[in-house]
């Protein structure tokens, strides 16, 4: 089992661009969540995808969009980077059918906005 | 809304002594509660998580942390700390939106 794989892992990007992260979640499992990690900090949730649709959202811009194919992969796209954008992000995933939050989490993507 | 506070952003133990972390969370009624771990570069590792029950849960590597409802705290603990424990540790809890809300973190380092 290669649990949660992410791509790529580091990324390096100027304002203004935009950017998409690649996700693919543990077997069996078919919810996918999204977290900006800024440096210093806590992780930040951005937005779950079950079912290919959005089903919870953060505190976090238009910009910030996201998809999940029926294999239950997953983008996330940031539109017009700025340099508050750079920061670690991170994929969790989960099986809704198993009570609870049981997050499995990938080893990230580090996108720097120059 | 809820939030999570570690209060010590930084610790320093040395190898074989022991350790409480600290975490305190802020929701209207009991949330699920987890502590994880980072290594540098590494993802997240789920280290423990309290749903309901008995109110010391074990978890992995040999830490346990308890559940106080009176204090809203999920401290985490271990007798012994060896030097590969040195990582950053975040507490989180889920108020059932199947979504994690983090603390920021303790910075765990080993002396020898």
């Known amino acids: 089992d290669a649990g949660v794989t992410q791509s790529p892992t580091h990324l390096i990007k100027t304002r203004g661009q935009q950017v998409t992260l690649r996700c693919s979640p543990k077997?069996?499992?078919?919810?996918v969540s999204w977290y900006q990690q800024a440096l210093g900090q806590g992780p930040q949730f951005i937005f779950q995808?079950?079912?290919?649709?959005?089903?919870q959202r953060g505190n976090f811009p238009d910009r910030f969009s996201g998809h999940q194919y029926p294999n239950y992969s997953s983008e996330l796209n940031v539109n017009a980077l700025l340099l508050g954008d750079s920061a670690l992000y991170l994929c969790a995933s989960s099986s809704r059918t198993s009570g609870g939050v049981r997050e499995f989490f990938g080893p990230g993507t580090r996108l720097t906005v120059l | 809304a809820q939030s999570v506070t570690q209060p010590d952003i930084h610790i320093t133990v040395s190898e074989g002594a022991s350790l409480e972390l600290r975490c305190n969370y802020s929701y209207g009624a009991t949330p699920y509660l987890f502590w994880y771990v980072q290594s540098p570069g590494q993802g997240l590792q789920l280290l423990l998580k309290y749903f309901s029950g008995d109110t010391l849960v074990q978890g992995i590597k040999g830490f346990e942390a308890e559940f106080k409802r009176s204090q809203s705290s999920f401290n985490l603990r271990k007798p012994s700390v060896h030097w590969s424990d040195a990582a950053e540790y975040f507490c989180a809890i889920d108020t059932g939106r199947r979504a994690l809300t983090f603390g920021s973190g303790t910075r765990l380092q080993v002396q020898p």
């Open positions: 077997s069996g499992h078919d919810t």
């Open positions: 995808y079950y079912e290919e649709e959005e089903r």
